[in-house]
């Protein structure tokens, strides 16, 4: 008869499992979705579009959301099997890019009212809109709406310091 108790110690540890893509929860349809919540922002009238789009954008990749997840998995699959799936590939950046022209959209507006700045141009503040919000997934919990304060500061020139 085997020893048991040996194969209690030897056993691996199970690994914590990450959200399996799906269609419902793909990372391309999450951005699709975030897209539509800027897009939902923008048709809104006021001085506070923009942060209200900021806030949405910073809430998707905030820590332990489900859009980082979800592309942190699709790399994840990538890595682990040593090639790319060209379609998913596709439909993610473009699904992102879906996301960038939302929000480069509503800087366009915003610069034609004056509200923010205009010595950079709509397409580059969208830019770095983006990518100071997914860089908030790698952020401590609890530290989003100062990096959302500077990302708004940057983008008007400073007028809400």
């Known amino acids: ?3 048991r108790s040996k194969r209690s110690t030897t056993r691996a540890r199970a690994k914590p499992r990450l959200p399996r893509a799906t269609a419902e929860h793909a ?3 999450a951005l699709l ?10 048709a809104a009238d006021g001085p506070g579009r923009l942060q209200a ?16 997840a979800l592309l942190f998995e ?7 099997h040593g090639r790319l799936d060209k379609t998913r590939a596709l439909a993610v950046a473009w699904a992102r890019e879906q996301v960038r022209l939302a929000l480069q959209e509503l800087l366009e ?9 205009a010595d950079v141009t709509a397409e580059s503040l969208a830019w770095m809109l983006l990518v100071g919000c997914e860089a908030l997934a790698h952020e401590p919990p609890g530290s989003a709406p100062d990096k959302v304060r500077l990302l708004l500061a940057l983008v008007d020139g400073g007028q809400r310091c």
């Open 109 to 117: 507006e915003e610069s034609a009212r004056g509200r923010i700045r």
């Open 27 to 29: 990372p391309d349809t």
């Open 74 to 80: 699709t790399w994840l699959e990538r890595r682990r």
């Open 33 to 42: 979705r975030l897209a539509r919540t800027i897009a939902d922002v923008r």
């Open 1 to 3: 008869m085997p020893d």
């Open 53 to 68: 789009a900021l806030e949405q954008l910073a809430a998707a990749y905030g820590h332990d959301t489900e859009v980082p």
